[in-house]
């Protein structure tokens, strides 16, 4: 009975960040996470008052919603992708101290970071179909129980074993060559900085891995590769190209999705943000991931404006 729970506006704190956790890590989307929350409240007000109070664990209830409400989206959101221009990526987190200003969102608003939402993770996380995300996500990040995986997905909890455990094979390369720690990462996107900002082709070659990928997002709103640059000298050239281009470009050390990243201002404004993979053996960069469609920067539009980390 919701009673327990201190009536719904302790549901409300105390699910309202969980649930933008569980979004977001399926729908690779602040906006859509939002979205997908505020649908979830929507049919939880929209039942009676009795019906409510004879929930007996709304959180789970609101999970359950939240997940079904997800995997519908998911479904729509291949078509939509479909028609994307160009490449489509997750959206990246900033530092949670500097989500949007801080002060001026709401704390449950931002996302939790922590392993899960990396760019390489959710970028494999894209390459499974929606119902092996959903189970994926509930099961191994979340820790539901397949039976209530099964509430959501609607198939068997042997199905929904199923669908994780495919899952998991997706997962697992990734996992297993994570990088160097964060420490050492930030060492090799603080030397990438340098080079790119000195405009030294060969420090920048070195650096990258000889097959490294670099796939840019632009969402047709601004002028970026539609397609991923391969190989390690095409890319230096190519940011060697856009550093010649955009003149009074300043490039920022930050933490993206829980990770060093850089961030690329002009005139105060955050105009991209790049996600960086590195190499387990040797840590040269293997993937890079370009974010510069402005609406998926609404979350840096009032962060990385301070000065350089020491």
């Known amino acids: 009975m919701s009673g327990v729970y201190g009536g719904v ?33 929507a ?10 109070a004879a929930v007996r664990v709304p959180g789970a209830w609101l999970t359950t919603v939240a997940g079904r409400v997800c995997l519908d989206q998911l479904g729509s959101a291949r078509v939509r ?23 001026a ?13 990396h760019m390489a993770f959710l970028v494999i996380l894209e390459s499974m179909t929606p119902a092996e995300r959903v189970a994926f996500v509930l099961h191994d990040v979340f820790a539901f129980p397949f039976g209530e995986v099964a509430g959501v997905v609607g198939r068997s909890p042997a199905a929904c074993r199923q669908l994780a455990s495919s899952a998991r094979r997706r997962i697992g390369a990734a ?62 050239d ?10 009074g470009l300043r490039l920022l050390e930050r933490s993206v999705s829980g990770r060093p990243g850089l961030v690329a201002q002009v005139g ?19 993937r890079i991931w370009v974010v510069r469609n402005p609406e998926k920067l609404r979350p840096w539009s009032c962060s990385g404006s301070g000065s350089e980390p020491g």
Do not use: H, N
């Open 9 to 41: 506006d302790c549901v409300l704190l105390a699910e309202r960040r969980r649930l933008t956790d569980l979004a977001y890590r399926l729908l690779g989307s602040v906006a859509e996470a939002e979205d997908a929350v505020q649908e979830t409240y």
């Open 43 to 52: 049919r939880w007000y929209a039942m009676a008052p009795e019906r409510r």
């Open 81 to 103: 992708r479909e028609r994307y221009v160009g490449a489509w990526l997750p959206e990246p987190l900033p530092d949670r101290t500097e989500w949007g200003g801080g002060a």
């Open 105 to 117: 969102v709401d704390p449950a608003d931002r996302v939790t970071l922590d392993e899960s939402v």
């Open 175 to 236: 996992k297993a060559s994570a990088g160097p720690a964060v420490a050492g990462q930030a060492g090799v996107v603080r030397e990438f900085k340098e080079a790119w900002e000195a405009k030294d082709i060969e420090a920048l070659v070195g650096l990258l891995d000889p097959d490294a990928v670099m796939t840019a997002d632009g969402g047709g709103l601004v002028g970026t590769v539609l397609r991923p640059v391969e190989g390690g000298a095409r890319i230096a």
């Open 238 to 247: 190519y940011l060697l190209f856009i550093a010649g281009k955009a003149p």
């Open 268 to 286: 105060g404004v955050t105009v991209t943000v790049a996600a960086f993979d590195l190499g387990e053996d040797d840590g040269r960069v293997r």
